[in-house]
């Protein structure tokens, strides 16, 4: 029962280091399995995370560098504030695999070409193992700048070598599921991939029935505990062939009541969103604050959850959260937490463990939430309650 | 009995271990658990103390507190917390921790565990840390998933693993391969102690006073 799997071999990420993307002028930062940020609102969780999803955009279908940053609304947006106006951004990421083959890095720096008032790139970088098997600018390049205007990573006919590469940074996946737009998909604009939750029944409907049905009933048995009267949990599309969840909930009428989407509670929606993308695909998972709209006696159990969760999977999930259930955890390991401190000079990334502070409290007994979380709150938070005189 | 028939006992313990626990015995000796409390550590549960003991008075309450190196051994610990219990209070101290009843099944927990019988204790109220001792039995395991889950990653700065909770509350609740309680009773002299003071606690709450009924859907 409990030896049968080996993990299979799932590629992660285990380092970032980024200069002048967004908040964040300069910051070189390792990466565990399971990843949780903390930090002040507007520290930079989200901007941080946002570098695996330009890395997804670079190769996702109907993406590519230029609409990468498009999307982002430009350079000028992209980059540090803290930095002169179109400074020169770079993203090295590190991906590994528990062989000792699979290692890769990938270095992009790119910046805004004034003259001709489009993004380009400087320079771009693919490593295996050690060796360089990509150097840009190639001396094609040089002769031909019109080139820089678009990686080698995004380009089927030359990737061929790092496809792998392309490949993971594709099975990326975003979620940050927001129950309104989830009951109303038209406020997400028909958006493909919509990480908001505006395709989440959409690409429900698109999953092949059988799998479609083993995932519900795991998410049924999941949500079991926090919603014991959830009996059924099904697919079904109306008279209009849309698709919808229904759930069949077990109050005082014997036969229960059938209820859609629609009427889900937020927290029964997140939930099983939450579930499902945990479910599809093994590629790294971001979530934003998955203890959103839950009970904090659910929410507590998420860590263990993401951990049983790749060690039978090896996924690797990034997490952003300000949740003192969730961090109450003890499995959490120092090296797992990372603080986000802003700074006159742009945010900055520490491990919770580079604290001395925060290990001299575990030791003594404290909770990870009590000794860190305090570090990420704003200084003065409590004249917030001033607003309300 | 219809489960609508059970009393409902209260709960408060130190951690989501020893709620899982406390779950199994409240079940096992026939009542029906009602909410769990406290479950932020020691000092959390002593600072309610005095709340839980007051609402005992109408109904049947049960507080595990682990015992640790406070004292040698338990009297004098219960008399420094609760020197006057209330009449359906059941304050239990557990020697030393939970997790010396959780071995106190040697069978189960080193079939659990994946690790000979011989490498578990048979008396584990004598073990000094049962946590640490878990742990180290967990890095022996067979099965690459308990030393992933139960054992700190290097790095971690933790005591324990990534699931390390959830994998020894699912032996708790495990019916078929997991802890029975009866048996450990009998190389435990608190467990067996305190499903004693729980099987007289719904004995009495049966024979003198109202059943409290539990609603439909409340807990399970």
Same mark, same amino acid.
């Given at each position: /029962?409990?030896?049968?799997?080996?993990?299979?071999?799932?590629?992660?990420?285990?380092?970032? #280091?980024?200069?002048?993307?967004?908040?964040?002028?300069?910051?070189?930062?390792?990466?565990?399995?399971?990843?949780? %940020?903390?930090?002040?609102?507007?520290?930079?969780?989200?901007?941080?995370?946002?570098?695996?999803?330009?890395?997804?955009?670079?190769?996702?279908?109907?993406?590519?560098?230029?609409?990468?940053?498009?999307?982002?609304?430009?350079?000028?947006?992209?980059?540090?504030?803290?930095?002169?106006?179109?400074?020169?951004?770079?993203? #090295?990421?590190?991906?590994?695999?528990?062989?000792?083959?699979?290692? $890769?890095?990938?270095? %992009?720096?790119?910046?805004?070409?004034?003259?001709?008032? /489009?993004?380009?790139? $400087?320079?771009?970088?693919?490593? !295996?193992?050690?060796?360089?098997?990509?150097?840009? =600018?190639?001396?094609?390049?040089?002769?031909?700048?019109?080139? /820089?205007?678009?990686?080698?990573?995004?380009?089927?006919?030359?990737?061929?070598?790092?496809?792998?590469?392309?490949?993971?940074?594709?099975?990326?996946?975003?979620?940050?599921?927001?129950?309104?737009?989830?009951?109303?998909?038209?406020?997400?604009?028909?958006?493909?991939?919509? +990480?908001?939750?505006?395709?989440?029944?959409?690409?429900?409907?698109?999953?092949? +029935?059988?799998?479609?049905?083993? #995932?519900?009933?795991?998410?049924? &048995?999941?949500?079991?505990?926090?919603? +014991?009267?959830?009996?059924?949990?099904?697919?079904?599309?109306?008279? !209009?062939?849309?698709?919808?969840?229904?759930?069949?909930?077990?109050?005082?009428?014997?036969?229960?009541? $059938?209820?859609?989407?629609?009427?889900?509670?937020?927290?029964?929606?997140?939930?099983?969103?939450?579930? $499902?993308?945990?479910?599809?695909?093994?590629?790294?998972?971001?979530?934003?604050?998955? &203890?959103?709209?839950?009970?904090?006696?659910?929410?507590?159990?998420?860590?263990? /959850?993401?951990?049983?969760?790749?060690?039978?999977?090896?996924?690797?999930?990034?997490?952003?959260? #300000?949740?003192?259930?969730?961090?109450?955890?003890?499995?959490?390991?120092?090296?797992?937490?990372?603080?986000?401190? =802003?700074? +006159?000079?742009?945010?900055?990334?520490?491990?919770?463990?580079?604290?001395?502070?925060?290990?001299?409290?575990?030791?003594?007994?404290?909770?990870?939430?009590?000794?860190?979380?305090?570090?990420? !709150?704003?200084?003065?938070?409590?004249?917030?309650?001033?607003?309300?005189? | 009995?219809?489960?609508?028939?059970?009393?409902?006992?209260? @709960?408060?313990?130190? @951690?989501?271990?020893?709620?899982?626990?406390?779950?199994?015995?409240?079940?096992?000796? @026939?009542?029906?658990?009602?909410?769990?409390?406290?479950?932020?550590?020691?000092?959390?549960?002593?600072?309610?103390?005095?709340?839980?003991?007051?609402?005992?008075?109408?109904?049947?309450?049960?507080?595990?507190?682990?015992?640790?190196?406070?004292?040698?051994?338990?009297?004098?610990?219960?008399?420094?917390?609760?020197?006057?219990?209330?009449?359906?209070?059941?304050?239990?101290?557990?020697?030393?921790?939970?997790?010396?009843?959780?071995?106190?099944?040697?069978?189960?927990?080193?079939?659990?565990?994946?690790?000979?019988?011989?490498?578990?204790?048979?008396?584990?109220?004598?073990?000094?840390?049962?946590?640490?001792?878990?742990?180290?039995?967990?890095?022996?395991?067979?099965?690459?998933?308990?030393?992933?889950?139960?054992?700190?990653?290097?790095?971690?700065?933790?005591?324990?693993?990534?699931?390390?909770?959830?994998?020894?509350?699912?032996?708790?609740?495990?019916?078929?391969? @997991?802890?029975?309680?009866?048996?450990?009773?009998?190389?435990?002299?608190?467990?067996?102690?305190?499903?004693?003071?729980?099987?007289?606690?719904?004995?009495?709450?049966?024979?003198?006073?109202?059943?409290?009924?539990?609603?439909?859907?409340?807990?399970?």
């Amino acid at each position: /029962m409990v030896s049968r799997d080996k993990p299979p071999l799932v590629q992660r990420f285990t380092n970032v #280091h980024l200069e002048n993307w967004r908040n964040f002028r300069s910051v070189d930062v390792g990466l565990t399995r399971r990843v949780f %940020l903390a930090g002040a609102n507007a520290s930079g969780k989200s901007n941080f995370l946002d570098v695996f999803r330009f890395l997804q955009g670079l190769v996702s279908v109907g993406g590519g560098f230029q609409a990468a940053i498009r999307k982002r609304g430009g350079i000028s947006r992209l980059g540090c504030l803290v930095a002169k106006k179109n400074p020169e951004i770079l993203i #090295h990421v590190k991906t590994a695999n528990k062989t000792s083959k699979g290692q $890769w890095e990938y270095e %992009l720096q790119f910046t805004q070409n004034n003259r001709r008032k /489009m993004p380009i790139i $400087w320079s771009e970088r693919v490593i !295996r193992n050690g060796e360089q098997i990509l150097n840009r =600018p190639l001396d094609s390049d040089i002769a031909d700048p019109e080139r /820089m205007t678009q990686t080698y990573l995004e380009q089927v006919n030359v990737n061929r070598e790092y496809r792998a590469l392309a490949d993971f940074f594709r099975s990326i996946r975003y979620l940050h599921i927001i129950p309104e737009i989830v009951r109303e998909p038209d406020r997400s604009g028909g958006r493909r991939n919509d +990480p908001y939750g505006g395709d989440f029944l959409d690409q429900v409907a698109k999953t092949p +029935p059988a799998i479609r049905k083993q #995932h519900l009933t795991k998410i049924r &048995e999941a949500l079991s505990v926090a919603i +014991p009267q959830l009996k059924a949990l099904e697919f079904w599309r109306d008279a !209009r062939g849309v698709p919808h969840l229904r759930g069949n909930y077990k109050h005082w009428k014997p036969i229960g009541v $059938w209820q859609t989407e629609e009427q889900f509670s937020n927290g029964t929606l997140r939930l099983i969103g939450l579930l $499902w993308a945990i479910l599809d695909g093994n590629g790294p998972l971001i979530l934003e604050e998955p &203890e959103l709209s839950l009970h904090s006696d659910v929410a507590r159990h998420l860590p263990q /959850m993401f951990a049983k969760v790749q060690q039978r999977t090896g996924r690797q999930f990034l997490i952003s959260t #300000h949740s003192n259930e969730l961090l109450q955890d003890e499995g959490i390991g120092l090296n797992e937490l990372l603080l986000l401190e =802003p700074t +006159p000079r742009g945010t900055t990334i520490r491990q919770a463990g580079d604290f001395a502070g925060i290990q001299a409290m575990i030791k003594g007994g404290t909770s990870l939430a009590e000794a860190a979380l305090p570090r990420t !709150r704003p200084p003065n938070a409590q004249q917030l309650a001033l607003f309300g005189e | 009995m219809n489960r609508s028939h059970k009393t409902i006992v209260y @709960g408060a313990v130190e @951690g989501l271990v020893d709620e899982a626990v406390f779950r199994v015995l409240v079940h096992l000796a @026939g009542g029906a658990h009602g909410p769990v409390f406290g479950r932020h550590g020691k000092e959390y549960l002593r600072k309610n103390l005095a709340g839980y003991n007051l609402a005992a008075q109408t109904a049947p309450w049960v507080v595990l507190v682990d015992l640790d190196h406070d004292s040698d051994c338990p009297p004098p610990f219960r008399n420094s917390w609760l020197p006057n219990p209330s009449s359906s209070m059941c304050f239990r101290i557990v020697v030393r921790e939970v997790e010396a009843w959780l071995l106190a099944d040697r069978e189960r927990i080193a079939n659990y565990l994946g690790i000979p019988r011989r490498l578990v204790p048979s008396e584990p109220e004598l073990v000094h840390d049962p946590k640490k001792l878990m742990i180290r039995l967990a890095m022996h395991s067979r099965h690459r998933r308990i030393r992933y889950e139960m054992v700190p990653h290097p790095g971690s700065g933790r005591e324990v693993g990534p699931a390390y909770n959830s994998r020894l509350i699912e032996y708790v609740e495990n019916k078929n391969r @997991g802890w029975r309680p009866e048996i450990a009773a009998r190389h435990s002299e608190s467990l067996a102690r305190c499903m004693h003071r729980l099987n007289n606690l719904l004995k009495q709450n049966i024979d003198n006073r109202t059943v409290i009924r539990s609603p439909e859907v409340a807990y399970y």
